[in-house]
């Protein structure tokens, strides 16, 4: 059966696999981002929007609601990193990090709610990262957004469980995209030799997790959070 699904940050990256993967599998798919996709599909449809914004995501949730009266998933993509020392973080960069991987969310969570209700399996799925239980250094302020939204996910699962609504997150290890274009090798390298699995991520890797929640059959899988690869 063709699913509703809504994913942030679609325009590249991991969003952008998502998006291509469940319309392959004959879902329709929302997507938005800050700037405009290029993914042309019968069953795409694109918002160019900032996921902190309040009115612009009523407006995304009230035009779901019009054209697809209601939604099965969504999958909190959208996020940014800030890879510095905590004496070279500005605070601007700090609340522009925390707002995204952590707002972003829950702007969008209490927007699909109601839309989310409807669904016989209802899904929420969000993306954090293995920086937080490694506690990388040079990551504090991404890895303490993320690890709000761990807290935020494992809350809203009990909130929400009685609704009909799973909410789950995963934290992928190294993956090659643009979050980590501007990471030296060694750097990356030294984080794959401290998993259990010690290779890089794939998208597929990270979707075959998200399909798993996803699953009719998951239905008392929530409040989870599961890491990639393991580590030591």
Do not use: W
């Not at 696999?17 to 069953?43: K, N, Q």
């Not at 939204?149 to 934290?171: D, F, H, K, S």
């Amino acid at each position: 059966m063709s699913r509703r699904v809504l994913i942030t940050g679609t325009t590249r990256g991991l969003g952008r696999f998502l998006a291509e993967r469940y319309l392959a599998a004959g879902d329709r798919v929302i997507g938005c981002g800050r700037s405009e996709s290029t993914l042309e599909h019968e069953r795409y449809r694109h918002h160019r929007l900032d996921v902190c914004d309040e009115k612009a995501v009523g407006e995304l949730t009230r035009e779901i609601r019009q054209r697809d009266c209601g939604l099965d998933v969504l999958i909190n993509n959208a996020g940014v990193a800030s890879m510095n020392a905590l004496a070279l973080t500005p605070p601007a960069s700090a609340r522009k990090v925390i707002d995204t991987n952590l707002f972003g969310p829950i702007v969008l969570t209490h927007a699909a709610i109601r839309l989310l209700r409807q669904s016989a399996a209802a899904r929420i799925v969000n993306i954090s990262t293995i920086a937080v239980p490694l506690r990388l250094q040079g990551e504090a302020i991404y890895a303490a957004s993320k690890s709000a939204l761990e807290t935020y996910t494992r809350i809203a699962a009990r909130e929400l469980g009685p609704l009909g609504i799973t909410v789950n997150a995963l934290g992928p290890s190294v993956v090659r995209t643009k979050l980590t274009a501007g990471v030296p090798e060694e750097k990356l390298q030294r984080l794959v030799d401290q998993q259990a699995v010690p290779r890089l991520a794939t998208a597929e890797d990270v979707a075959n997790v998200i399909d798993f929640f996803l699953r009719p059959e998951s239905g008392l899988v929530t409040g989870q959070v599961v890491y990639l690869g393991g580590f030591g």
